[in-house]
């Protein structure tokens, strides 16, 4: 059973500062997404990383995979407090349909 | 492209009761999916359909859930009987045809109340 976890689960940042959320994920794939929740609203697509060694960068967010590590990136660079948000990874394996994480839930503060 | 719409957005109903949740997809998906989120269990995938058929029920938690797609427009999903636990909120999404490549495209969601 493929198993998808995110870290931290809660970020609390500071308004201009760096920082990462990780997903690790317990089966070889090499479809990975990111997505982004605003409270009580719906899920919204951020990036679909296909293959080892993908990077993506939409502003101040930027992802990367590595299958071979299993593991994805989610980087924040110079956070503002439009980004406050809940962030989940999702993984395929062979089927369509995609495990999600528990989601990182990201503060960020003045 | 209106996106995937659900309907309706929230519904109370008393335990015991018939529910009946709708999806229609963006046009030209093939895929469609059931999600359902809850703080304690996050987000699970309840069905999946592939060009109308469904490829995997696993994650219906009990004979109480059924969900059809009749067509390539219009999907849903019923509850009977409703009990308290099955309190959450309930996405649809849908993707394009190159499914593999492609991400999940979110309705609103409708949140159910059960009393």
């Known amino acids: 059973e493929l198993k998808v976890e995110q870290n931290p689960l809660f970020l609390s940042m500071q308004e201009g500062k760096n920082y990462t959320i990780y997903c690790n994920y317990s089966?070889?794939?090499?479809?990975l997404y990111w997505y982004r929740q605003d409270p009580g609203k719906s899920l919204e697509s951020l990036f679909v990383l296909l293959s080892n060694g993908a990077v993506k960068q939409e502003g101040r967010l930027m992802a990367s995979l590595d299958t071979k590590a299993r593991l994805s990136t989610l980087h924040i660079t110079a956070a503002v407090h439009d980004l406050s948000a809940t962030y989940f990874c999702?993984?395929?394996?062979?089927?369509?349909?995609?495990?999600f994480g528990d989601g990182t839930t990201l503060t960020v503060k003045p | 492209d209106a996106g995937v719409i659900q309907s309706p957005r929230h519904e109370v109903t008393e335990m015991g009761q018939e529910v009946t949740l709708r999806c229609k997809p963006i046009s030209g998906h093939n895929s469609l999916f059931w999600y359902r989120q809850t703080m304690m269990r996050g987000l699970e995938l309840l069905i999946y359909f592939n060009n109308n058929v469904p490829i995997d029920d696993s994650g219906m938690p009990e004979d109480r859930f059924s969900a059809k797609m009749p067509n390539a427009s219009f999907s849903t999903l019923k509850i009977q009987p409703s009990e308290p636990r099955d309190s959450a909120v309930y996405f649809c999404?849908?993707?394009?045809?190159?499914?593999?490549?492609?991400?999940?495209?979110f309705g609103n969601g409708t949140r159910l109340t059960v009393t």
């Open positions: 999702a993984v395929d394996i062979i089927s369509l349909k995609s495990t």
């Open positions: 089966t070889t794939s090499d479809r």
């Open positions: 999404a849908s993707s394009g045809w190159s499914s593999y490549n492609s991400p999940l495209h």
